[in-house]
Structures are given as C-alpha cells and as structure tokens.
C-alpha cells in the first residue's frame, strides 16, 4: 500500500495557514524563497523566519510525518508513519514510501521529500571533526572551525543526535558490538563516544550515534519545521517543482516552478528580496544550468530540453558541476562466532512482534535505535596527503557481520555533474578512486583490515568477498555528494575553482544564494547529514548580515 498522492496533498492543503497550494502565491510579497525542503533548506527558512522575514519554501516532494500530510501510518500506532520509527530504518529501501520518496532526475539517489536526505536515510550521526574544516586549505577563512562551532552548537542545541536513544538508558542487541569491539580492542582500538569526542577519528570504535530524538528519527522536520510553522510569516508548499530561477542580468526576479496540477508558472520575490537554493549536490546546479549559469555545454543543454533560458549575454560562465565529490563504499561480510541476527522487519511492520512494539510504547527497546552496533573510525597516510575512513556495521544474516567501509575525508579524486536533454543530472565524469594515491591508499586501508580479520584464532571469516581485490570491486556509491558549486574567494569567472562566495552568494548575481551541499569544498569524515545541518546555519547566520 502506498500514499495516495492526492489524498497526501488534500491532507496537506487542508492543514495550517502554513501550507499552500500554487493558487495562494503571494507574488512579490517574500523577502525569501527557498528552493528545497531538505535540511539545508528546512533549517535557513527556519532561521530567516525567526528574524522576522517573510519566507516561501517549495519542496517538489511530499511530507513524510503526520504532522506535514503523510495519511500511510503504522498499523499499531496511528501518530507514526514507518520512517518515525527508528527500527525500520534499517529496512527503509524496503518501505512503501521508498520509491516515492527518490528523486527520479538526478543520476545517484537523492530525496525528493520533506526532510531530504535526513527522512530515507540510516540516521548515522557524526559530529564533523575540527581537521575536517581546518586540516588543508579548502575551507576558506571564515569557514573553519572556530566559525564554525557557534552554528555547530546552535544545530547540537535542537537536533544533537544520541548514542543512546531508549528512554531506559539500556543498548539493546548488542551481540555484534560485544564480538567486535572485543576483536578491535585486541588490536589496539579505543572505544570512544563518537558524540562527546568528535575529535577521535585514528583507530577508535563507539556505539552508533543516530538522529534519534524521543525515539522517533528527528532531523529539521520535526527540530525546525514545526518552530516556522508557528509563524504567520512562513508559507511551505509541497509538490512543487522550481525549473529555474528567473532574472534580469545580476538580480533574480523570483522563481519559475511547476506545481502539482502540471501548470508553469512564476512566483517572484519582494523588492530586495532573496532566493535561496537548497536543492541538493544533484539538484542544485541543474537549476545553475537552467538560469544560465555555469558552462556553456550544460546551460546550451538545458536550452535544448525546453527550458527559457536567459539570452546568451546574460550567460555567467561558472565552474558549476565541476569538482564533484562522494565517498566511495567498500563491502566487507564476515561470519563470527557472534550470538546475533537480523531483526524481522515484516513483524515489525504488520504489529506481530509484540514483545518489541510493547517495549517501543514504553519508550525503549530495539525499536529506538537504527541499524547499526557499532561504528568505527580510522585513517592512513601516502605522500603526504592523510585520508580517513568510517565502518558501519551492522547484522547481515544470522552471525554474519556487514561493515560498509567508506573512505572519507582527504580523498583527492572528484568528478563533474552534467545534465542531459532530459533534464536529468549525470555524471560526465565519475567521482570514485580516480586518483592513484587514493586507489592506493584505498588497497592499503583494506588490506589491513582483511590481515586482521584472516588472522589466526580471529574469530572472524571472510565470505563472499574473501580478498582485498573482491572487496575493492564492491565499490558503490556513499551518496554524500558534495562540491558541485562550491564555496570560495576565488571567482570562478575568472578562472578560478568557486560558485559561491564565503557568504554563500552566486558570482555574478546579486540575490542568488546557495546553503546546501554542493558548496562544501570538501568531504567530511563520516555521514554527511550532521555537516549539512551545521553548515545551513552557518549560512542562514551570513545571509541575514547581508545587507
């Protein structure tokens, strides 16, 4: 059974003031439009209504809560919708909702729901580390870590993330942490908190920090949303897809969009108004292309398939798309002499695993936490350049480990994000291990992890894939994309690497904001979601000092 589009919208054009459907635009009337309803783009609203401006969100996807129109609830529990609930995180490609919720025009997954990424993701938590913003030049001045501390402990204030989320101060199935963090103990490994010791990243292990808040998956959905929503300043509409932002040479005018019923039409911004783009690594520069700005090929491209671009004069030739970053995953299975299993999600799901439900209605249990026992972190070095790595680590069947192993932050390679005539994203070159020192390092790090597992009295056995070659060859994408239009002083248009300025502003434009991933200059180590969140409040702090 899946949600019923319409009814999802009627729900929603029925609820609060907040709400809007495409006839009530208020044209000329928001100081902000913010294009994108993911965190970055949730947060920045939040903040710009909370200073007293008048802002419009449009998000193209539905609401995933039934606070925000979502009518598809647990069979045992009408308040929660299966992606509330913690314990299903683990099973969410499985849901219902799963395809509904991805994006269908970008090349790798992407969210196009309310809460973006933090709604379908497995809610792992990293607290960024100081080195991520510190350790190299690619954060510019203004965007280390000392800048950025005040809007980490603003997000952590709202939305901090747990290590324990049952209420009763109990873990629960804990047999796979137990096996390995005994097995990484005797190899020298520190447990550490990975929420109170950020810092820790070389050969450390913790219990998974998770977005869980009152054993339900928090984010700004539930942490900022709601706070907006209490304001008559604030319009949210959802179904609505913005194709571009419209403008007249430097200055944007407003946005065009797409609403539910299919019609085009044009919402702009107040005198001296602003437009924020909050789309996405993915989404974000196909919205740069269709408005005329980035390199000639994309924007031509984007002409081809329909879209009204500015005239050729208007053209702001930016590197956009061009620096793209992800982490890549590595897959390793191991059989252990471990007492644990998978839990059994379609009980779960149809109410007949009471003894868990009953526990979850208490406040605790297997239920509040995620997918993951543990999670590990660690780094090596080559030539002088140090990456770092993160295991996730979770039951694959019956005494069977899974641990998703990501190289992370200090990776050299990228790619270039391109659209085709169809308006979908694509990559025109991979961003995965194109460097040699990465591919390298890449061998090096699973290497050492393979020596360990194979060696004798372990209690550790490789399957499936049983050598460092197999497992490089699991590669896959980490989806934490990043870079496509990226922060920094150096002017794209003049030869330079940047798309946005350090006050997150478009060269070249006048109003034209970017909050969302695709500024980062960087990767960070670990799971991406906490990153953005710090970095949306740091850029809804500098937006709002613009004059």
């Not at 208020?26 to 939040?46: H, S």
């Not at 550490?192 to 950020?198: F, G, S």
């Not at 239920?367 to 770092?388: A, D, P, V, W």
Request: glycine share 10%; hydrophobic share 35%.
């Amino acid at each position: 059974m899946r949600f019923s589009r319409v009814g999802c919208q009627a729900a929603l054009l029925a609820a609060a003031g907040s709400l809007a459907s495409a006839t009530t635009f208020k044209n000329g009337t928001y100081d902000y439009i913010v294009v994108g309803g993911g965190p970055a783009g949730i947060i920045t609203a939040e903040r710009f209504v909370e200073a007293g401006k008048s802002v419009l969100l449009l998000e193209q996807g539905t609401g995933p809560t039934v606070a925000t129109g979502a009518n598809e609830t647990l069979s045992w529990n009408d308040n929660l919708t299966s992606i509330d609930l913690p314990g299903l995180s683990a099973d969410v490609g499985s849901l219902d909702v799963w395809d509904e919720y991805l994006c269908t025009d970008t090349v790798g997954y992407a969210a196009c729901v309310l809460g973006g990424g933090v709604t379908i993701n497995y809610m792992v938590f990293v607290h960024p580390p100081e080195h991520d913003f510190d350790d190299n030049n690619n954060w510019p001045e203004g965007w280390k870590w000392k800048d950025l501390k005040p809007a980490a402990e603003r997000l952590y204030k709202r939305n901090p993330g747990t290590i324990l989320p049952s209420a009763d101060g109990k873990y629960y199935d804990q047999g796979l942490y137990k096996v390995l963090s005994k097995f990484l103990r005797k190899l020298g490994w520190t447990s550490v908190n990975m929420i109170t010791q950020p810092n820790e990243k070389y050969q450390v292990y913790s219990h998974p920090a998770w977005n869980v808040q009152d054993q339900k998956r928090a984010g700004p959905v539930r942490t900022y949303l709601p706070l907006a929503q209490k304001s008559n300043k604030f319009t949210l509409s959802l179904h609505t897809k913005v194709l571009r932002v419209v403008r007249s040479g430097s200055q944007i005018t407003g946005v065009e969009l797409q609403t539910a019923s299919g019609e085009t039409e044009i919402v702009s911004v107040a005198d001296n108004g602003r437009v924020i783009l909050a789309g996405g690594a993915l989404a974000t520069p196909r919205l740069l292309f269709n408005s005329g700005i980035g390199p000639k090929k994309q924007i031509e491209t984007a002409k081809k398939a329909g879209i009204s671009v500015p005239p050729q004069e208007e053209w702001i030739n930016l590197p956009v798309g061009v620096g793209l970053k992800d982490h890549p995953i590595f897959t390793i299975l191991a059989k252990t002499d471990g007492d644990f299993g998978v839990p059994d999600y379609e009980s779960i799901l149809n109410g007949s695993d009471t003894k868990d439900i009953d526990l979850y209605e208490k406040g605790d249990g297997i239920l509040t936490q995620g997918k993951h026992r543990l999670t590990f972190f660690s780094s090596n070095e080559l030539n002088g350049q140090t990456r770092y790595y993160q295991g996730s680590c979770a039951p694959n069947a019956d005494s069977v480990l899974d641990i998703t192993t990501y190289m992370t932050h200090g990776l050299t390679s990228s790619g270039v994000l391109g659209i085709d005539e169809n308006q979908k994203t694509v990559f025109e070159q991979s961003p995965y291990l194109q460097t040699a020192d990465d591919r390298k390092a890449a061998r090096m790090f699973i290497k050492s992890l393979v020596d360990d597992f194979n060696k004798p009295n372990s209690g550790f056995e490789l399957e499936t894939y049983t050598n460092v070659s197999s497992i490089i060859a699991t590669l896959s994408p980490g989806m934490h994309y990043t870079t496509t239009a990226k922060l920094g002083n150096d002017d794209g248009r003049d030869n330079g690497t940047s798309v946005v300025d350090i006050n997150t502003k478009v060269y070249g434009t006048d109003n034209l904001y970017i909050v969302d991933g695709s500024i980062h200059p960087d990767l960070p180590t670990g799971n991406i979601q906490t990153t953005i969140m710090v970095i949306a409040e740091a850029a809804a702090a500098r937006i709002l000092a613009q004059k």
